[in-house]
């Protein structure tokens, strides 16, 4: 019996040695939980990261274990197990060092670097939000008002037609839009907001969806203010800016909520003033739950109105009949609004499963003036239109995430389902006189158009080899009732389409990962194209390939590149400024991308991303298939201080090289080399800015079209280059004080 109790004793005082899960939460020194926290287990090489709520959940875990804990701008802690009790764990914030990243511990190293370009390079405003993705270059052509032209990996993507782009989960791209598919208008952002850009180029995500061909950018707004400020800039162009930052529960445990305000005005450059005019609203709670969950409620509203002075013919400037910044047609202009309500749910289920999902409603209105043409249609009244439109979105997405250990491979599995529906009212395309005439009606009608997706992707580690299998299911259906017609009619047309995803990722070394990523992408349609032509290809598909891999050669510098390939398949194009549908064929784009971060100091930092890119189309003759606009090569980045002795700031340049008009390449949009500077210097709770764009003064063309037009004095039209002039030197000035 003796021999039999202290068996028994001693299996039990084994079994409280024996290890378990540690559980337990990260937060910061305001109380604020820190995703991304790498935890690892040096007795046994288990390791986890933190969750979006700050939780660690870390299995094989003992009495007397050691701890250490690690994220890029915090410092590294180290701790013994006393307890498998939960546990609370403050990691102070400091400066970023990239000799203190070990790329396998990231869980996203990707998203590290944007966290990195974001700290030493502050978003400060809108036209910079998209700039901060490496490789994509924006221009704007409409007065500040209209949504920026974006290019990506050797696309022209207009307005957004192949860059899936959400905030918060809500989708920004606008489908069957009265300007153009995909429409994407980004100044409901206020720029200070912005807590973590994450993106990734080719179409290798099973959670991301229509546009997803070139890329995807998932913005997230910040769940909390460290402190409230208020910011007042002026500068040249009669350019105001006013905005504020209101921390509404300040120190209140396990609650955030703020207020963010931004009033914009500016005439900008030219010599009919834009008269534009930005207002943009916005507030946040976050609510955690003792049991850890998140419940985040947002709601914002944008307005805004400008003029502006249109594209202009080159011929017209070099003639001298008017200056890089003077108009043929100034009554060109436009007016959009849009509000948003958000809510977000964040569930921990148990130790191997977590839940997400959100619902979302917008509001959107807008109405575009334009004249690309002048009098090339209606030689007495000119060509002037108005796109208009009034639209309700309403949409959910949930996604769940799993993870399990089978035997010694770690299993993760990542699913869910979304919904989106669009009620687009009075979608109108018509020709106006001074936009107050209405003289013809092209288009107009009333779009319903409901998309219905289902999505899962999974993960198997096998120890430095990680595979990704993904699949998604998409369902499309489109309605349309033209009110042009005398007999009530709706149009419909459903359509589905599936998109696999394969993804390798492998740790050579500590400092050396390497992937191959494959998939297929799709971007939608507009609806009166899917309708008006009944064709197989509505949902034309992207077959993309990525060999590339991010390596540390050295402890202070980052290098990333990839050599990439892209298919995309036929397609019908319609064009909002005509009404009209044209068919363009099977393109075919492959090319290099190469980006580096280089530390010189604790304040001192170096960035240069850069693609070169073959696009073609496919079944047209050699010297006859160039794509117009589509970049050859880009170059972005610069210099950056951060913090020294109360110095802020950074020389930032881009470049854009030459590249064909059109598809003979006989007439060419000039590149561009653009440097910007900025200083700020702090003192105690004020800040005082200084920035300048366009430093040394260049002469450049930020959009340029090769475009057939007539002067009201010509006899014959002339197809030549079309282009918005780029900001000349524009310098202002800017003083905020923190409370």
């Known amino acids: 019996m003796k021999k039999q109790f202290l068996a028994f004793l001693l299996s039990f005082l084994s079994l409280g040695l024996m290890a378990q899960t540690l559980k337990g939460k990260v937060i910061n020194e305001i109380s604020q939980p820190i995703e991304g926290v790498y935890v690892f287990n040096l007795n046994s090489e288990k390791h986890a990261h933190t969750t979006e709520n700050g939780q660690i959940i870390l299995a094989e875990t003992k009495i007397g274990d050691s701890i250490k804990l690690g994220l890029l701008g915090y410092k590294s802690k180290t701790l013994k197990v006393e307890s498998l009790d939960k546990i609370t764990i403050v990691l102070q914030e400091k400066t970023f060092q990239l000799e203190e990243m070990v790329l396998t511990e990231e869980l996203n190293t990707v998203s590290t670097i944007s966290r990195l370009d974001l700290s030493i390079n502050p978003v400060n405003s809108s036209q910079e939000i998209l700039q901060r993705v ?9 007065g500040g008002g209209k949504a920026e032209q974006l290019f990506l990996r050797g696309f022209d993507v207009d307005h957004g037609t192949d860059v899936s782009i959400t905030v918060d989960g809500m989708p ?26 994450d993106f990734g180029k080719g179409s290798y995500y099973a959670g991301k969806g229509d546009f997803n061909t070139a890329g995807y950018v998932d ?33 209140v445990k396990n609650k955030n909520a703020y207020l963010a305000v931004e009033y914009l005005e500016s005439d900008g450059p030219f010599e009919s003033p834009q008269n534009f005019t930005r207002l943009n609203l916005m507030g946040k709670y976050v609510l955690f739950t003792p049991e850890d969950d998140k419940i985040t409620l947002s709601a914002s509203h944008f307005t805004s109105r400008w003029d502006a002075s249109g594209q202009i013919p080159l011929r017209e400037v070099d003639n001298g009949n008017i200056t890089r910044f003077g108009a043929i047609d100034d009554t060109e202009g436009g007016f959009t609004e849009r509000s948003n309500f958000n809510i977000a749910y964040n569930k921990y289920i148990n130790d191997n499963t977590r839940f997400n999902a959100n619902v979302f409603y917008s509001r959107y209105a807008f109405e575009l003036y334009s004249n690309f043409t002048f009098f090339l ?3 007495v009244n000119g060509d002037q239109i108005r796109q208009k439109e009034d639209r309700s979105i309403l949409g959910l997405n949930t996604d769940i995430q799993y993870t399990k250990f089978l035997g010694d491979t770690e299993f993760n599995l990542n699913g869910g389902l ?15 006189l001074n936009r107050t005439t209405t003289l013809e009606n092209i288009q107009l009608g009333d779009i319903n158009q409901t998309n219905v997706s289902a999505f899962v992707n999974t993960s198997f580690e096998f120890g430095k080899l990680r595979v990704d299998p993904g699949v998604r299911l998409d369902y499309f259906k489109f309605l349309y009732n033209d009110q042009l017609q005398t007999n009530y009619e709706t149009q419909s047309q459903t359509k589905s389409i599936l998109s696999p995803k ?6 050579a070394d500590d400092n050396l990962q390497l992937y191959l990523k494959t998939g297929t992408g799709f971007h939608s349609n507009d609806a009166r194209v899917v309708l008006a032509n009944e064709a197989d290809d509505i949902l034309p598909r992207s077959y993309n390939a990525d ?7 050295t402890p202070d510098l980052v290098v990333k590149s990839a050599l990439w ?74 210099l950056s201080v951060n913090n020294y002795k109360g110095f802020s700031g950074g020389l930032r340049f881009r470049y854009l090289d030459d590249r064909p008009a059109n598809e003979d390449n006989n007439i060419v949009a000039e590149g561009y080399f653009v440097t910007d500077f900025n200083v700020n210097y702090q003192l105690k709770d004020l800040t005082f800015g200084i920035s300048i764009n366009n430093l040394f003064d260049v002469d450049w063309n930020e959009t340029q079209f090769a475009t057939e037009s007539r002067l009201q004095n010509e006899a014959q039209s002339v197809e030549e280059i079309h282009f918005t002039p780029g900001t000349p030197f524009f310098i202002k000035g800017m003083v905020s004080y923190r409370f």
Do not use: C
């Open 502 to 507: 394969l993804n390798f990722y492998f740790d």
């Open 219 to 251: 913005f997230s707004t910040k769940d909390y203010l460290k402190e409230s400020s208020v910011t007042f800039s002026l500068g040249d162009f009669n350019t105001l800016r006013t905005i504020g930052l209101f921390d509404l529960l300040k120190n």
């Open 418 to 432: 979304s919904f989106r529906h669009d009620i687009i009212n009075d979608i109108e395309l018509s020709r106006t």
């Open 547 to 553: 060999l590339g891999g991010v390596w540390k050669p």
């Open 134 to 142: 490496p490789g994509l270059f924006i221009g704007q052509h409409a």
């Open 172 to 197: 920004v791209n606008m489908v069957s839009h009265a300007h153009g598919q995909g429409y994407s208008d980004l100044h409901f952002i206020i720029p200070e907001t912005i807590n973590k850009i």
């Open 377 to 379: 249609e209606d030689p």
């Open 565 to 638: 390939y892209l298919f995309l398949e036929q397609e019908f194009v319609y064009v909002g400024d005509a009404g009209v549908v044209e068919p363009s064929g099977e393109t075919e784009r492959y090319g290099l991308d190469f980006g580096l971060r280089y530390q010189f100091s604790d304040w001192f930092f170096l960035d240069a991303d850069a693609t070169l890119t073959e696009a073609r189309s496919v079944n047209e003759p050699e010297g006859n298939d160039y794509i117009p606009l589509a970049p050859d090569f880009t170059l972005a980045g610069g």
